[in-house]
């Protein structure tokens, strides 16, 4: 295959270093993640699944979807519609706009546990503003947490008593730069599915523990009856449990994945799931701790500007429609099984993880990014803007996944012929190796 030409994408992206600091707003779509130098960085148009560069050159994404954030597909219709006909009534106004009720009827009628919402516009905010409300309520200090919850002060203090706390979180080298060291020791990390880790933190610091804050489920299943565990465990210490469906919501049900779980939170926090794609986000929380949002000062302007909330309406109407969770579980297997049975063909060591509509693989060799950007680049030129992550959506189906497995099976065929033959699949890279954790880039 001819080597990828450099285009217009990057030429912008070289000059966005210059005038932005890391040269976007968020670590996962930095080009330098997937395929540096030579990603195509930048879209035109995005539509259903598919994508087109500043070149005009055409894609099918089967990697994030709008990091996780597009269940429905890019440039929905049905969604846009509403969202342009919120626009033409004014996106903004002194007066509220009414979807704000409309949508809380809706997730409060799929949450029956759960008796108020309040609203922010971005994941990791809602979790500060989750975070705010159950040390309000609780008039405690301490967090326990496991997984990623954002970039917030709160989160990020984890890392200030432990400066590795947040590496098998999230990610490595995030420094806890500009975060008072004032608030160390109040976000204690566990793992998840590790009850003595858990059981230990409860013991140490009983009495003083606000919340529990963790995803019910992202890369693993829970074991043993964890999340029960959990929740019997907060129940019994008078602690809240919060759960952080922003990625995991819309994925195996309507609303929170709880619901499928068995296990009910005394929070929830959705984001990205729940709007495909404009800013929104919710905290949806039992009556009682809810109202703790009363006497602390939580507000802002942008949080009541109307298309959000009118376009996040009609997306979970159109998913609860079309079932669009069934699909996402059903082409999710579907790609987790074309990996093992790709790998177990070539006889390659592939570790495949993540529930079914978060599927991911990593190669078990020395140097597993170079593999990975190997499978970037080489999806690249086939049209594809893949990296080793699939989130599946309404827009994908079992012809576009038939069609890409076909693609990834010559991919892995070239890596086999290249570990058969004595090779160093690095040498095969047309640029650098992708990065892995959070690096200061240069301009
Ligand atoms: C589980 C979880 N929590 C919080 C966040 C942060 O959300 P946002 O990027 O919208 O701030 C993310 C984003 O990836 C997430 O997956």
């Given at each position: 295959m001819s080597k990828i030409i450099c285009g217009k994408g990057q030429e912008l992206y070289k000059k966005a270093k210059k005038v932005i600091p890391g040269g976007t707003?968020?670590?996962?779509?930095?080009p330098e993640m997937f395929l540096p130098d030579l990603w195509p960085a930048y879209y035109s148009k995005a539509k259903g699944c598919k994508v087109w560069d500043l070149d005009g050159k055409e894609y099918t994404d089967v990697s994030y979807m709008g990091i996780g954030a597009c269940v429905n597909g890019y440039a929905n219709d049905e969604i846009d519609d509403v969202a342009r006909e919120a626009i033409s009534n004014g996106v903004m106004c002194t007066l509220n706009a009414p979807e704000e009720v409309y949508l809380a009827e809706k997730l409060l009628e799929i949450h029956p546990w759960a008796g108020g919402v309040r609203y922010a516009k971005a994941g990791g905010e809602a979790m500060a503003l989750a975070s705010r409300i159950v040390r309000a309520y609780t008039k405690k200090d301490i967090l326990l947490f496991c997984g990623y919850h954002g970039w917030h002060d709160w989160y990020l203090s984890a890392n200030i008593s432990n400066e590795n706390a947040l590496n098998d979180q999230h990610l490595s080298g995030l420094e806890p730069l500009g975060v008072p060291k004032g608030l160390a020791g109040t976000n204690l990390p566990f793992h998840y599915n590790n009850f003595e880790e858990f059981d230990e933190l409860i013991k140490r610091h009983n009495g003083k523990i606000a919340a529990v804050v963790m995803e019910?489920?992202?890369?693993d299943y829970p074991e043993n009856g964890f999340l029960d565990h959990i929740r019997k465990v907060t129940e019994e210490n008078g602690i809240l449990l919060v759960f952080d469906e922003i990625t995991a919501g819309f994925r195996l049900c309507p609303g929170g994945s709880h619901k499928v779980l068995g296990t009910t939170p005394d929070v929830a926090v959705f984001a990205k799931g729940m709007t495909n794609g404009y800013p929104l986000s919710a905290v949806v929380g039992k009556k009682e701790v809810m109202e703790a949002s009363q006497g602390t000062f939580i507000s802002s302007t942008f949080f009541t500007e109307r298309v959000s909330y009118a376009a996040t309406l009609k997306n979970i109407e159109v998913y609860i429609r079309d079932k669009v969770n069934e699909k996402q579980i059903e082409y999710g297997k579907k790609v987790k099984s074309g990996w093992e049975n790709i790998s177990k063909k070539y006889n390659l060591k592939v570790h495949i993880g993540g529930i079914d509509p978060l599927g991911h693989f990593s190669f078990d060799y020395d140097n597993p990014l170079a593999f990975k950007t190997f499978v970037t680049q080489e999806m690249l030129k086939r049209g594809y803007i893949a990296s080793n992550s699939f989130y599946t959506t309404g827009a994908h189906s079992i012809s576009i996944i038939d069609e890409y497995l076909k693609n990834i099976d010559e991919v892995f065929k070239e890596i086999s012929d290249c570990i058969n033959n004595g090779g160093d699949i690095s040498t095969k890279l047309e640029g650098p190796c992708c990065q892995a954790g959070f690096q200061r880039l240069n301009g």
């Amino acid at each position: 295959m001819s080597k990828i030409i450099c285009g217009k994408g990057q030429e912008l992206y070289k000059k966005a270093k210059k005038v932005i600091p890391g040269g976007t707003q968020l670590l996962s779509k930095r080009p330098e993640m997937f395929l540096p130098d030579l990603w195509p960085a930048y879209y035109s148009k995005a539509k259903g699944c598919k994508v087109w560069d500043l070149d005009g050159k055409e894609y099918t994404d089967v990697s994030y979807m709008g990091i996780g954030a597009c269940v429905n597909g890019y440039a929905n219709d049905e969604i846009d519609d509403v969202a342009r006909e919120a626009i033409s009534n004014g996106v903004m106004c002194t007066l509220n706009a009414p979807e704000e009720v409309y949508l809380a009827e809706k997730l409060l009628e799929i949450h029956p546990w759960a008796g108020g919402v309040r609203y922010a516009k971005a994941g990791g905010e809602a979790m500060a503003l989750a975070s705010r409300i159950v040390r309000a309520y609780t008039k405690k200090d301490i967090l326990l947490f496991c997984g990623y919850h954002g970039w917030h002060d709160w989160y990020l203090s984890a890392n200030i008593s432990n400066e590795n706390a947040l590496n098998d979180q999230h990610l490595s080298g995030l420094e806890p730069l500009g975060v008072p060291k004032g608030l160390a020791g109040t976000n204690l990390p566990f793992h998840y599915n590790n009850f003595e880790e858990f059981d230990e933190l409860i013991k140490r610091h009983n009495g003083k523990i606000a919340a529990v804050v963790m995803e019910p489920i992202r890369n693993d299943y829970p074991e043993n009856g964890f999340l029960d565990h959990i929740r019997k465990v907060t129940e019994e210490n008078g602690i809240l449990l919060v759960f952080d469906e922003i990625t995991a919501g819309f994925r195996l049900c309507p609303g929170g994945s709880h619901k499928v779980l068995g296990t009910t939170p005394d929070v929830a926090v959705f984001a990205k799931g729940m709007t495909n794609g404009y800013p929104l986000s919710a905290v949806v929380g039992k009556k009682e701790v809810m109202e703790a949002s009363q006497g602390t000062f939580i507000s802002s302007t942008f949080f009541t500007e109307r298309v959000s909330y009118a376009a996040t309406l009609k997306n979970i109407e159109v998913y609860i429609r079309d079932k669009v969770n069934e699909k996402q579980i059903e082409y999710g297997k579907k790609v987790k099984s074309g990996w093992e049975n790709i790998s177990k063909k070539y006889n390659l060591k592939v570790h495949i993880g993540g529930i079914d509509p978060l599927g991911h693989f990593s190669f078990d060799y020395d140097n597993p990014l170079a593999f990975k950007t190997f499978v970037t680049q080489e999806m690249l030129k086939r049209g594809y803007i893949a990296s080793n992550s699939f989130y599946t959506t309404g827009a994908h189906s079992i012809s576009i996944i038939d069609e890409y497995l076909k693609n990834i099976d010559e991919v892995f065929k070239e890596i086999s012929d290249c570990i058969n033959n004595g090779g160093d699949i690095s040498t095969k890279l047309e640029g650098p190796c992708c990065q892995a954790g959070f690096q200061r880039l240069n301009g």
